[in-house]
C-alpha cells in the first residue's frame, strides 16, 4: 500500500516507524519529515498548509492511505478537501472532517458538545470582547485556581491557570484584548480548576466503532517536579498506574463511548484518533481536553506497546470494520525522555552538533527524533524539542532508567531533559 504520512515531529517519527513494518507499507512517503523518519521512508518537500500540492502529489505517487500527524491541517479542512474532489476521493484517509476536528480546535465546541453528551469535564463559561466586562466580573467572584484556555489553536500553550483575580484578570485582558495568542484568544473559556491526576487515552475510530490503545502520562512543564513553565511534553509513561481496569470501565462508559456516539449521532464525519485529556478526581475521570490527533510525546510510548499491525488498523477503521479487530499491547512498561534545547521553551539555539545518535544502544531502546535536521552530513538541532529516548522495561523505573543512561551518550551542547519522568509512580 502506498501511504503518505503528514507531519515532521516526534509522533510522526515514531508512527513512521512503526508504519515501515507493516508488511501492507509499499512505500512510505513523510511529508515533509525529518532526518529520523527518513530512516523509515522517503521524506518528501510539501508544506502542510498547501493542499493543492499534498493532492497532486498523491495524485501522481497513486498514494492509497493518508494518515495525518499534527492538528492544524485537520482543523482547517484537508479531510473536506480530499473528499470533496473526484481524484482524491477514494484515499483512505486517517484524520476527522474538520467539523470533528473542531473537538481541539474550538474549546467552546468542545465544551458544548460535552454538555449535550452528558460528557464529565469542568464548569465552565466563554466571553469574546461583547461580553468583556462580564468576563471580568465573573472572574473577580470565581473561585481560585482559575483555569483560562484560549478557544483556538495554541501549539499547545493556550491554556494558564491563575492562582489570584488579578493574575486571572491581567491574563484575559493580555487574551482577548491584546492578543496573546493571536486569533485562538479572541474567544475565551473560563474553567473550574480540578485537582487530581492527569492521563490521556487514545482511541482509533471508524465514526461508529472504536479501539482504545494504550494509555499514557505526559509531564508539560520544564521542570523537575513538575515546575515551571509549560512545554509541549518533557517525557511520557505506559501503562499509567491509575488506569485501573475500573477506572478504565468508567472512562469507557461515562466518556469515550458517549464521545463516539455523538459524534454518530450529529453526523459529524470522524474516522482517526481521539485524543482525550482526562483528570482522576477521586476515582472519577473527567475530560480537560479533546485532540483530534495522537498525542506528543505520548505517542512515542503508545505506538512502540502497540502489537497490532498499524496499516491493518487504518485500514479496518477507513473501511468500517474496527469492530471485527483487537488491540493487543505489550505488557511492558515504556518511558521517553525528550533533550530539549538550552533556553525552551522560550528562545533557544539553533545548529548544535548532536553526536550518539548512530549507537545500537539496545532492542529495548529507540531515539525518535523531532526538531533536527541534516546539515553538512551531520545531524544538528533545528527546534525546541529535539529527540526524544523511548525505552522498555519490566517495571516503570527501569524503563526510565534505561532512557536516562542513554542520554549520557547521545548529546549535543545545550541538551537538557527531566530526570523524573514518572516521578509519582516510581518507588511507592
Same mark, same amino acid.
Given at each position: 500500500?502506498?501511504?503518505?504520512?503528514?507531519?515532521?515531529?516526534?509522533?510522526?517519527?515514531?508512527?513512521?516507524?512503526?508504519?515501515?513494518?507493516?508488511?501492507?507499507?509499499?512505500?512510505?512517503?513523510?511529508?515533509?519529515?525529518?532526518?529520523?523518519?527518513?530512516?523509515?521512508?522517503?521524506?518528501?518537500?510539501?508544506?502542510?498548509?498547501?493542499?493543492?500540492?499534498?493532492?497532486?502529489?498523491?495524485?501522481?505517487?497513486?498514494?492509497?492511505?493518508?494518515?495525518?500527524?499534527?492538528?492544524?491541517?485537520?482543523?482547517?479542512?484537508?479531510?473536506?478537501?480530499?473528499?470533496?474532489?473526484?481524484?482524491?476521493?477514494?484515499?483512505?484517509?486517517?484524520?476527522?472532517?474538520?467539523?470533528?476536528?473542531?473537538?481541539?480546535?474550538?474549546?467552546?465546541?468542545?465544551?458544548?458538545?460535552?454538555?449535550?453528551?452528558?460528557?464529565?469535564?469542568?464548569?465552565?463559561?466563554?466571553?469574546?470582547?461583547?461580553?468583556?466586562?462580564?468576563?471580568?466580573?465573573?472572574?473577580? &467572584?470565581?473561585? $481560585?485556581? /482559575?483555569?483560562?484556555?484560549?478557544? !483556538?489553536? %495554541?501549539?499547545? +500553550?493556550? #491554556? *494558564?491557570?491563575?492562582?489570584?483575580?488579578?493574575?486571572?484578570?491581567? &491574563?484575559?485582558? $493580555?487574551? /482577548?484584548?491584546?492578543?496573546?495568542? !493571536?486569533? %485562538?484568544?479572541? +474567544?475565551? #473559556? *473560563?474553567?473550574?480548576?480540578?485537582?487530581?491526576?492527569?492521563?490521556?487515552?487514545?482511541? $482509533?475510530?471508524?465514526?461508529?466503532?472504536?479501539?482504545?490503545?494504550?494509555?499514557? +502520562?505526559?509531564?508539560?512543564?520544564?521542570?523537575?517536579?513538575?515546575?515551571?513553565?509549560?512545554?509541549?511534553?518533557?517525557?511520557?509513561?505506559?501503562?499509567?498506574?491509575?488506569?485501573?481496569?475500573?477506572?478504565?470501565?468508567?472512562?469507557?462508559?461515562?466518556?469515550?463511548?458517549?464521545?463516539?456516539?455523538?459524534?454518530?449521532?450529529?453526523?459529524?464525519?470522524?474516522?482517526?484518533?481521539?485524543?482525550?485529556?482526562?483528570?482522576?478526581?477521586?476515582?472519577?475521570?473527567?475530560?480537560?481536553?479533546?485532540?483530534?490527533?495522537?498525542?506528543?510525546?505520548?505517542?512515542?510510548?503508545?505506538?512502540?506497546?502497540?502489537?497490532?499491525?498499524?496499516?491493518?488498523?487504518?485500514?479496518?477503521?477507513?473501511?468500517?470494520?474496527?469492530?471485527?479487530?483487537?488491540?493487543?499491547?505489550?505488557?511492558?512498561?515504556?518511558?521517553?525522555?525528550?533533550?530539549?534545547?538550552?533556553?525552551?521553551?522560550?528562545?533557544?539555539?539553533?545548529?548544535?552538533?548532536?553526536?550518539?545518535?548512530?549507537?545500537?544502544?539496545?532492542?529495548?531502546?529507540?531515539?525518535?527524533?523531532?526538531?533536527?535536521?541534516?546539515?553538512?552530513?551531520?545531524?544538528?538541532?533545528?527546534?525546541?524539542?529535539?529527540?526524544?529516548?523511548?525505552?522498555?522495561?519490566?517495571?516503570?523505573?527501569?524503563?526510565?532508567?534505561?532512557?536516562?543512561?542513554?542520554?549520557?551518550?547521545?548529546?549535543?551542547?545545550?541538551?537538557?531533559?527531566?530526570?523524573?519522568?514518572?516521578?509519582?509512580?516510581?518507588?511507592?
Amino acid at each position: 500500500m502506498r501511504i503518505l504520512l503528514l507531519g515532521s515531529g516526534g509522533r510522526e517519527h515514531a508512527l513512521a516507524w512503526k508504519l515501515s513494518q507493516s508488511v501492507w507499507t509499499n512505500p512510505l512517503y513523510i511529508a515533509p519529515g525529518n532526518p529520523g523518519t527518513a530512516q523509515c521512508g522517503v521524506n518528501v518537500n510539501l508544506k502542510l498548509s498547501d493542499f493543492d500540492a499534498i493532492g497532486k502529489f498523491c495524485i501522481y505517487e497513486k498514494i492509497e492511505m493518508v494518515i495525518v500527524g499534527p492538528e492544524e491541517p485537520l482543523v482547517n479542512g484537508l479531510y473536506d478537501y480530499f473528499k470533496g474532489n473526484e481524484e482524491l476521493a477514494a484515499i483512505h484517509f486517517i484524520g476527522p472532517s474538520k467539523n470533528g476536528a473542531q473537538l481541539e480546535g474550538s474549546k467552546a465546541f468542545a465544551k458544548a458538545f460535552m454538555m449535550r453528551h452528558n460528557i464529565p469535564t469542568a464548569g465552565y463559561r466563554e466571553f469574546t470582547t461583547d461580553n468583556y466586562e462580564e468576563g471580568i466580573k465573573y472572574l473577580g &467572584e470565581h473561585p $481560585l485556581p /482559575i483555569v483560562l484556555k484560549a478557544d !483556538g489553536l %495554541a501549539a499547545g +500553550k493556550g #491554556v *494558564v491557570i491563575c492562582q489570584s483575580h488579578l493574575e486571572a484578570i491581567a &491574563e484575559f485582558e $493580555l487574551m /482577548i484584548q491584546r492578543a496573546k495568542f !493571536g486569533e %485562538a484568544s479572541k +474567544k475565551v #473559556v *473560563v474553567e473550574q480548576f480540578l485537582t487530581g491526576i492527569e492521563l490521556s487515552v487514545f482511541v $482509533l475510530t471508524d465514526g461508529k466503532s472504536y479501539l482504545t490503545l494504550p494509555e499514557a +502520562k505526559d509531564y508539560k512543564r520544564i521542570g523537575v517536579g513538575d515546575k515551571g513553565l509549560m512545554t509541549g511534553g518533557m517525557g511520557a509513561v505506559s501503562p499509567v498506574p491509575i488506569a485501573t481496569p475500573d477506572f478504565m470501565q468508567k472512562v469507557d462508559e461515562r466518556i469515550i463511548k458517549p464521545t463516539v456516539d455523538g459524534l454518530h449521532e450529529e453526523g459529524i464525519e470522524y474516522t482517526g484518533f481521539i485524543f482525550f485529556g482526562l483528570i482522576n478526581v477521586n476515582g472519577d475521570p473527567f475530560v480537560i481536553e479533546y485532540n483530534c490527533r495522537m498525542g506528543d510525546p505520548e505517542t512515542e510510548v503508545v505506538i512502540p506497546r502497540l502489537e497490532n499491525d498499524l496499516v491493518g488498523l487504518c485500514v479496518a477503521a477507513s473501511q468500517k470494520e474496527l469492530h471485527l479487530v483487537k488491540i493487543q499491547a505489550d505488557p511492558r512498561s515504556a518511558a521517553t525522555v525528550v533533550a530539549v534545547s538550552r533556553g525552551y521553551p522560550a528562545g533557544y539555539n539553533k545548529g548544535e552538533e548532536i553526536t550518539g545518535l548512530n549507537e545500537n544502544y539496545g532492542k529495548q531502546t529507540q531515539i525518535f527524533h523531532a526538531g533536527t535536521k541534516e546539515e553538512d552530513g551531520k545531524i544538528v538541532t533545528d527546534g525546541g524539542r529535539v529527540f526524544c529516548v523511548t525505552s522498555f522495561g519490566e517495571n516503570m523505573e527501569e524503563a526510565v532508567n534505561t532512557s536516562l543512561d542513554v542520554l549520557q551518550y547521545v548529546t549535543y551542547d545545550g541538551i537538557y531533559f527531566r530526570n523524573d519522568i514518572g516521578f509519582e509512580f516510581i518507588g511507592k
